[in-house]
């Protein structure tokens, strides 16, 4: 079951319509519903170009990242997205075509590309010619030196070329496609797609400190989010602070995916700064 991220438009005047956002110390979850015109923002230098914030660092909520559900119209893009120096990114498209510029490097996207961006790098991006609208995921962290590495480089692919991980003992029903190598510490921050077949589970609550942003991709489910068991389905937003108990079941009758951010490969600030 694929569901069309970012709807627009608003509810018909009436009762109360669709599912209702929930909002804790432990978790958030923003369903598709709430991705109205009246949610979008606009941004400097955007041409043709919406989002909705999903999430962004701050008191009580997200500290490692920001992420940002992106809708360009026919002809959108801009030619300057990043203003913070030192802030990797990385995109993900849900639907439409585009290009993408890295530099002088010129790629084609669409629907399943994946784009990790280093910081400082010069990027900006378009829907393609007489494309139909283009909606990505933009998610960003400030990347953290540590001793001894270097940024790594940009790169771009397709989810199609990363083979699916199965955890143990899931008989692949529970698999991991992973754009980064877990063994490489110079990133500091991992996005995934993680998949479920029908009736697939995270069969114990993870308790662990990487800070999660979550957004539906395919499918529906039930999450646990600290003591609480939530429907979620495709196009919904899910965060999960450090430490919140998670678990998953996928639900019938097709697979369940989402992409994963987390915040990886450092050392606890002790500083009393946000993040790790």
């Not at 079951?1 to 319509?17: E, Y």
């Not at 209702?20 to 979008?40: G, K, N, Q």
């Not at 989010?225 to 009758?253: H, S, T, Y």
């Not at 995916?257 to 009393?272: A, F, M, S």
Request: with cysteine; charged share 20%.
């Amino acid at each position: 079951m694929r569901m069309p991220p970012a709807p627009g438009g608003l509810p018909p005047q009436g009762p109360m319509q669709g599912r209702h956002a929930v909002f804790t110390e432990a978790y958030a979850v923003l369903p598709r519903e709430t991705m109205s015109d009246i949610t979008a923002s606009l941004f400097p230098g955007w041409e043709g170009a919406r989002g909705w914030v999903l999430a962004r660092p701050l008191t009580g909520f997200a500290e490692t990242f920001s992420e940002i559900l992106m809708e360009l119209a026919p002809g959108g893009g801009c030619e300057q997205p990043e203003e913070d120096e030192t802030a990797q990114s990385a995109l993900y498209v849900l639907g439409g075509d585009g290009r993408l510029m890295l530099e002088d490097e010129s790629h084609a996207i669409g629907p399943g590309h994946f784009a990790w961006i280093a910081p400082g790098t010069r990027w900006r991006i378009r829907t393609a010619d007489g494309a139909c609208p283009l909606r990505f995921l933009w998610i960003r962290k400030r990347w953290r030196p540590a001793p001894g590495l270097n940024p790594p480089a940009s790169f771009v692919l397709h989810e199609s070329a990363v083979d699916p991980a199965a955890m143990p003992g899931s008989g692949g029903r529970w698999a991991t496609r992973r754009f980064i190598a877990p063994e490489d510490l110079a990133h500091d921050m991992h996005v995934n797609i993680v998949e479920f077949a029908p009736g697939a589970a995270i069969p114990f609550p993870e308790t662990h400190v990487m800070e999660h942003g979550l957004f539906i991709l395919e499918g529906q489910g039930l999450y646990l989010l600290n003591r609480d068991w939530i429907e979620v389905k495709a196009g919904d937003f899910l965060w999960l602070r450090a430490f919140c108990p998670q678990a998953c079941i996928a639900m019938a009758p097709g697979p369940f995916r989402y992409l994963l951010y987390k915040d990886v490969n450092r050392l606890p600030r002790l500083d009393g700064e946000l993040g790790r």
